[in-house]
């Protein structure tokens, strides 16, 4: 069964595309909204797509970097960075070993984007998700996505 992603507009809609035939559907996420969903949904060439429905407002680009962090707030320390995401409103990474991030500090982050200029960011974020070793971070308010991280979510 082929599985799929539809990105919901700021509509409440969202388009599955068949990967079988090429049918496009619009179908409306209003009950869905709230929470990660994965739907089934027929083909009208009889396939049954798994399709998972993601309410994310910043595209969310995979990525394989290295960089550090810092606490700035409600701690200290920081250390070595594995960015596995990001978007123009933050990032997901994995740490190694133990670590002292909580929920709700913010953070310093630095690495390098992969692009033809090698351009180094320097962000403030707050952490949002800490699961284990794998942290999200939403970049703080008054951080703006800059033109580089523009450029380099569209390659």
């Known amino acids: 069964m082929p599985t799929s ?22 179908i409306n996420t209003q009950q869905l909204k709230g929470s990660r ?9 009889n396939v049954v797509l798994d399709v998972q429905i993601d309410f ?8 394989n970097l290295p960089g550090t962090y810092t606490i700035l ?31 709700g500090q913010l953070i310093g982050v630095e690495f390098q984007l992969n692009d033809k200029n090698q351009t180094t960011l320097r962000k ?4 949002v998700l800490v699961n284990t070793n794998q942290i999200g971070c939403q970049f703080s308010a008054s951080e703006e996505a800059g033109k580089a991280l523009g450029f380099f979510l569209q390659s």
Do not use: E, M, W
């Open 73 to 103: 707030r409600d701690g200290q320390g920081g250390g070595v960075i594995h960015i596995r995401n990001i978007s123009t409103g933050g990032i997901g990474f994995t740490v190694s070993g133990i670590h002292q991030l909580k929920k």
């Open 5 to 26: 992603k539809a990105y919901v507009r700021a509509d409440n809609t969202a388009t599955i595309v068949c990967p079988a035939c090429g049918t496009t559907k619009n």
């Open 37 to 45: 969903h994965s739907i089934k949904i027929r083909c009208r060439c």
């Open 56 to 63: 994310r407002r910043n595209y969310r680009k995979p990525i």
């Open 124 to 127: 403030k974020a707050v952490v």
